[in-house]
């Protein structure tokens, strides 16, 4: 069974794109991927394309715009983890010897379609009352108050942290730093949740080229890192009473993803996670295991997750920062996995960083548990 290691990456800016579409990304940070791969298009020999909103063969069309129409092309839809599974079909592929030049495309344009909150699926209890996502996730965060004593100024240092690192990435959707005052100053929206307590409606698209071992001998490429592990669970079913400060999800994507990678979360070096609200940061970081429950709130008012922290998280600037379209979001988070460990995330670059991991969730199951949950392990 081969390895597999990212050879290209491609993104575009994130925010909002009136003038364009989810085509129209996809193939930009597509052409990107496959010159920074330094490889010919002709030896890509299949691709799979994650997206949410955008209908029918939006990848057929991207590969069509990019000069690529005829290879075999999967599109895949698995709510916000739909990129991040597109680049686990990828890699099962290329692992099943099937392929050995393999595209992972991740596209989303939300701003013509939403212009507030999504709803939990109908079929969910929480839809029949009202709740949408951002009415959930308040209630996560009241109860983690409530259960680890965490205050409203720590919940708020997650958005500014977030945004502080997004001010040094050139293809974030917000560029200004802010502060624990501007957070509780921004409208509400749920309480305890304010406006920057939660991630924007976005635009963007990020793609990456991925190859079997003998690929990657033949083509030769320097700066190659290998995806030790992409692991993907979805939720469970289940109306009894379950914990909303805990995501055992999270933690069972994750301990699979550890196995298959042979890594620890003490070894994880930083992470990319799921900050779809500030409290999300907090329980997928525990849930992960890099920070005890209970205890990240305090670790981020310590300084232990920025960058030159103990263990930065979402050094891209997260979703909160760097802005979340859906589809796109899983294949960014990859996108700034592998930057950081070629060494080439500029002013936010955590030095001797090697092993990184990314984190995405989506959708809604019944309850508490999320649709799809994917863990990435990215080594160099």
Same mark, same amino acid.
């Given at each position: 069974?081969?390895?597999?290691?990212?050879?290209?990456?491609?993104?575009?800016?994130?925010?909002?794109?009136?003038?364009?579409?989810?085509?129209?990304?996809?193939?930009?940070?597509? +052409?990107?991927?496959?010159?920074?791969?330094?490889?010919?298009?002709?030896? *890509?020999?299949?691709?799979?394309?994650?997206?949410?909103?955008?209908?029918?063969?939006?990848?057929?069309?991207?590969?069509?715009?990019?000069?690529?129409?005829?290879?075999?092309?999967?599109?895949?839809?698995?709510?916000?983890?739909?990129?991040?599974?597109?680049?686990?079909?990828?890699?099962?592929?290329?692992?099943?010897?099937?392929?050995?030049?393999?595209?992972?495309?991740?596209?989303?344009?939300?701003?013509?379609?939403?212009?507030?909150?999504?709803?939990?699926?109908?079929?969910?209890?929480?839809?029949?009352?009202?709740?949408?996502?951002?009415?959930?996730?308040?209630?996560?965060?009241?109860?983690?108050?409530?259960?680890?004593?965490?205050?409203?100024?720590?919940?708020?240092?997650?958005?500014?942290?977030?945004?502080?690192?997004?001010?040094?990435?050139?293809?974030?959707?917000?560029?200004?730093?802010?502060?624990?005052?501007?957070?509780?100053?921004?409208?509400?929206?749920?309480?305890?949740?304010?406006?920057?307590?939660?991630?924007?409606?976005?635009?963007? @698209?990020?793609?990456?080229?991925?190859?079997?071992?003998?690929?990657?001998?033949?083509?030769?490429?320097?700066?190659?890192?290998?995806?030790?592990?992409?692991?993907?669970?979805?939720?469970?079913?289940?109306?009894?009473?379950?914990?909303?400060?805990?995501?055992?999800?999270?933690?069972?994507?994750?301990?699979?993803?550890?196995?298959?990678?042979?890594?620890?979360?003490?070894?994880?070096?930083?992470?990319?996670?799921?900050?779809?609200?500030?409290?999300?940061?907090?329980?997928?970081?525990?849930?992960?295991?890099?920070?005890?429950?209970?205890?990240?709130?305090?670790?981020?008012?310590?300084?232990?997750?920025? *960058?030159?922290? +103990?263990?930065? *998280?979402?050094?891209?600037?997260?979703?909160?920062?760097?802005?979340?379209?859906?589809?796109?979001?899983?294949?960014?988070?990859?996108?700034?996995?592998?930057?950081?460990? +070629?060494?080439?995330?500029?002013?936010?670059?955590?030095?001797? @960083?090697?092993?990184?991991?990314?984190?995405?969730?989506?959708?809604?199951?019944?309850?508490?548990?999320?649709?799809?949950?994917?863990?990435?392990?990215?080594?160099?």
């Amino acid at each position: 069974m081969s390895e597999v290691h990212i050879v290209g990456t491609g993104m575009t800016r994130f925010g909002k794109h009136p003038d364009r579409d989810a085509t129209d990304l996809g193939t930009e940070a597509l +052409r990107e991927a496959i010159a920074d791969a330094g490889i010919d298009p002709r030896a *890509i020999e299949a691709a799979y394309c994650g997206h949410v909103y955008q209908g029918m063969v939006t990848g057929q069309r991207i590969l069509a715009q990019a000069g690529l129409a005829g290879l075999p092309l999967t599109n895949v839809e698995n709510a916000c983890s739909s990129g991040a599974t597109a680049i686990r079909e990828a890699s099962l592929a290329i692992r099943a010897g099937e392929h050995d030049v393999v595209v992972a495309i991740g596209t989303e344009h939300l701003t013509n379609r939403f212009r507030g909150a999504l709803t939990p699926d109908p079929s969910d209890p929480e839809a029949a009352v009202g709740a949408t996502m951002p009415a959930v996730y308040a209630m996560r965060a009241r109860r983690y108050m409530e259960e680890f004593g965490m205050t409203r100024e720590q919940l708020a240092l997650i958005p500014v942290k977030n945004k502080r690192n997004a001010a040094h990435n050139p293809l974030a959707h917000f560029r200004t730093e802010i502060t624990v005052e501007d957070v509780l100053q921004s409208r509400p929206i749920a309480d305890p949740l304010h406006l920057h307590d939660c991630s924007p409606v976005t635009d963007g @698209a990020a793609v990456v080229v991925m190859m079997s071992e003998g690929a990657l001998k033949r083509h030769g490429n320097g700066r190659a890192v290998r995806l030790a592990a992409s692991a993907l669970r979805s939720g469970t079913v289940d109306t009894t009473p379950t914990s909303m400060t805990f995501e055992p999800l999270t933690r069972a994507t994750a301990e699979d993803a550890y196995q298959r990678a042979g890594v620890g979360p003490e070894d994880i070096d930083f992470a990319e996670v799921h900050d779809c609200f500030s409290i999300a940061e907090v329980l997928r970081v525990e849930g992960l295991g890099l920070f005890p429950q209970g205890e990240y709130p305090a670790a981020v008012e310590r300084g232990e997750a920025d *960058i030159g922290g +103990r263990l930065p *998280i979402n050094p891209s600037g997260g979703l909160l920062g760097k802005g979340h379209p859906l589809g796109g979001t899983g294949v960014a988070q990859v996108v700034e996995l592998v930057k950081q460990l +070629r060494g080439e995330a500029g002013e936010r670059q955590i030095e001797g @960083a090697r092993i990184g991991l990314a984190h995405c969730r989506g959708g809604k199951a019944v309850g508490i548990e999320g649709a799809a949950c994917t863990v990435q392990i990215l080594v160099r």
